[in-house]
């Protein structure tokens, strides 16, 4: 608002130069891109981001089987855990040698990671695998695909924001520089005869 009473009052002022009035529509059309620009982008961008997560999803959980292994022992080395969202909390499972069969029929043996917190020979626990039996991480889910393409979308609102900004900046440091650089030869101009009698100063 500040900016348009600006304009609005900078129209027929006898002060007003040529830059003041482009400086303030640099200013307002800045603002314009914000406030319309930057929740578009966002949108658009959250929108997109969500249909690729969905799609990834999708084929995740085709290509991603959940069976259930048989705990073999407890064993006291860590495997490698092939989910890279949950290795920061592998202290909180247990690692054990287990069984499981494949959804291709073909049984494996091997040192996993395990919800249990006190596993026992004999029990069961859910183990995501692909179709051979190879573990594999836990398909992301819609929710936590939901939330990457909301943050997606305030990054790009948040990016075309400090885009514009970093713009009118730019723009108006050009312009400062022009305005300088013509004091500047009008000085080289004037100065010379500056407080001369008849020189008009």
Do not use: C
Request: charged content about 25%.
């Amino acid at each position: 608002m500040r900016v348009i009473t600006g304009l609005w009052r900078w129209r027929h002022n006898p002060l007003r130069r040529g830059t003041d009035l482009a400086e303030a529509w640099i200013a307002l059309v800045a603002l314009v891109l914000v406030v319309v620009g930057a929740p578009a982008a966002g949108t658009v961008a959250a929108s997109m981001s969500r249909d690729a997560l969905y799609r990834s999803v999708q084929e995740q959980h085709d290509r991603r089987h959940e069976v259930m292994a048989t705990v073999v022992k407890k064993v006291a080395q860590p495997p490698l855990d092939p989910d890279p969202e949950t290795s920061t909390a592998r202290d909180a499972h247990s690692r054990v040698l287990a069984t499981w069969t494949a959804p291709d029929g073909s049984r494996h043996r091997d040192r996993v990671v395990a919800g249990l917190t006190s596993p026992r020979a004999g029990e069961t626990f859910p183990l995501w695998t692909d179709r051979r039996g190879h573990v594999v991480g836990r398909p992301l889910d819609r929710a936590t695909a939901a939330t990457h393409a909301v943050l997606a979308g305030v990054g790009a609102g948040v990016a075309l924001t400090g885009l514009v900004e970093g713009a009118r900046r730019l723009v108006l440091w050009r312009m400062v520089r022009r305005r300088y650089a013509r004091l500047d030869q009008a000085w080289d101009i004037a100065g010379p005869d500056w407080g001369r009698t008849g020189a008009g100063s």
